[in-house]
């Protein structure tokens, strides 16, 4: 039997949303696309008070991926487009996993574009572009990654751009990102600041117009 492929181990039930630039180096932080727009008003109202956890409209908690999904509905919703069942599995990375993979004990496959989430939806549907070179990354941009932790093990996590700089110590972009986080318990900016490339990590970006 095929199993499906849950980003950070478990991924909530699919649900119907109810639609509630600058350049690299900048460490602003306020919105400046309209993705990023209306995450802040999602946060603001709709998941007001929300929590980090499988998602749960009576106990108030959604994890990355429904966070974004939110976001896709609603942006595709006001551009008069479809946010449909199909895009929203293939968001959440639900997929067999060809061989039985185990993606947090051998992380993603590099050549299946699929693990890329939100940003192989934006491609494969032609909502926006992919964003290879991490000079071009502005805030606003949906971002995947997966990263190996120490113990070798791997996690996925998925957000939207809130800024980005260039160190100029380590000659690496580095940026804060906005979504739904563990280590912050719910929707926020993110506390840790993100190595955009890396040996032990993938990371996915895209920009939708």
Sequence with gaps: MKRLLYILLLIPGITT????????????????????????ELDEGTFRGWTYGAYSAGRKQLDCTTFISAVMDTLLSRK??????????????????????????????????????????????????????????????VIQYWKRRSSGSWFGHAAL????????TDGKYKARIFGAHRSSGGIAVSAFELHLTGDDRLVYIARIP
């Design 161 to 168: 751009i809130e800024s980005v700089r260039h160190d100029g």
């Design 17 to 40: 949303w109810a639609p509630a630039a600058s350049m690299p180096g900048n460490t602003g932080t306020g919105p400046v696309s309209e993705a990023l727009d209306i995450a802040h």
């Design 80 to 141: 008069g487009l479809d946010y449909t069942p199909e895009m929203r599995k293939e968001l959440l990375i639900i997929h067999p996993r060809p061989g039985g993979r185990n993606v947090v004990r051998e992380g993603p496959d590099p050549s299946d574009p699929r693990y890329a989430g939100a940003v192989y939806v934006i491609e494969k549907y032609g909502l926006g572009s992919r964003i290879k070179d991490m000079s071009q990354v502005k805030p606003g941009d």
